[in-house]
């Protein structure tokens, strides 16, 4: 009886699917000459100790500046790349350029990269690590690897025994947006993370004195203390949020309060000594 009241409905609807199919159409051929155009670049975000807010190091954040579609964020991309198998490429460059580039920081300071889960499908990525290591220099002890728990959904066992070889290479691993997933604490028995990374939402809902977000805070740090691990918190963009994520005992802090994802340059420019004031020539 609602037919044609039904067919009003459905035909924007469709309209908008297939706008959406032919954007991701375009976008995907523009991601496949993205590397050759060089339209890739990292950005690099501060950690910092949580309760004295001294460096420990930068997750390396990948940006696409394209011909055509202009600044693409990865959360729109990167899953794009995962399904047309482009990842790869784009993993490995990642890699690369982020050994090579702590190489030029303090050798006290370590980078993050972001490794997807079907990444870690290919059993050859543990060698493709010791040829990054190899060809920039960077000591294993420097380099962590951020993944989310998807991992572990994909062909069951296998990403386990790749995690234990980036482990025995003597790299970290760091468990991503922790609590957003599937967060089964059988992952946490199966790998020997070094840190579990605590999503933003449970940081802006603590902030903000929601119970379960402290609750599920506290659950986390307690349960990385007892399991010899690290937790950082992410996305702390205020002082009421690190005040908060310090008092709940969170080991690192990432976020906009202490410093937005910058261009390698930038990053530089931190370690030189400041410009001497220009009083003496005037
Ligand atoms: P992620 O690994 O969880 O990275 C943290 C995200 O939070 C980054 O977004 C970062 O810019 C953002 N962020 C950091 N501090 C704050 C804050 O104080 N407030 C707010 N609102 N946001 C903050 P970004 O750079 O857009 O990256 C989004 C996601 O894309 C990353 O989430 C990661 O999953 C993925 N990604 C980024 N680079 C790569 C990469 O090189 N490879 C892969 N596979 N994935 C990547
Ligand atoms: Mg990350
Ligand atoms: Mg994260
Ligand atoms: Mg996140």
Not at 4 to 12: I, L, S, T
Not at 104 to 129: C, G, H, M, Y
Not at 151 to 157: A, I, M
Request: net charge negative; aromatic share 8%; hydrophobic share 40%.
């Amino acid at each position: 009886k609602s037919k044609d009241k039904g067919g009003n409905v459905v035909a924007p609807y469709v309209a908008s699917l297939h706008a959406q199919a032919e954007e991701r159409r375009v976008m995907e051929q523009e991601l496949r000459g993205a590397l050759e155009r060089r339209e890739f670049e990292l950005y690099y975000q501060p950690v910092v100790t949580a309760e004295d807010g001294t460096l420990n190091g930068f997750e390396a954040l990948i940006r696409w500046n394209n011909q055509t579609l202009g600044n693409v964020s990865p959360a729109r991309f990167i899953p794009l790349a995962e399904d047309s198998r482009l990842i790869a490429p784009i993993g490995e460059w990642v890699l690369r350029n982020a050994c090579a580039e702590a190489m030029r920081w303090p050798s006290n300071l370590k980078v993050a990269i972001n490794v997807s889960a079907e990444q870690l499908t290919d059993p050859n990525f543990a060698s493709l690590v010791v040829s990054a290591l190899a060809q920039s220099g960077l000591p294993p002890q420097r380099l962590e690897i951020e993944v989310t728990e998807s991992v572990f959904l994909r062909d069951g066992g296998g990403a386990a025994q790749l995690l234990d070889q980036l482990i025995a290479l003597g790299i970290r691993l760091s468990l991503d947006d922790f609590g957003t997933g599937y967060s089964s604490l059988g992952y946490l028995r199966k790998t020997q993370f070094s840190t579990i990374k605590v999503d933003r939402t449970f940081v802006v809902g603590a902030a903000k004195g929601h119970t379960e977000s402290i609750a599920i805070i506290r659950a986390v740090v307690a349960l990385a203390d007892s399991l010899g691990m690290a937790t950082t918190a992410e996305g702390a963009e205020t002082e009421r949020e690190v005040e908060t994520i310090r008092s709940l005992g969170c080991s690192n802090i990432q976020g906009y309060y202490y410093g937005r994802p910058m261009p390698a340059g930038e990053v530089l420019t931190l370690f030189r000594a400041p410009e001497p004031r220009s009083s003496a020539a005037a």
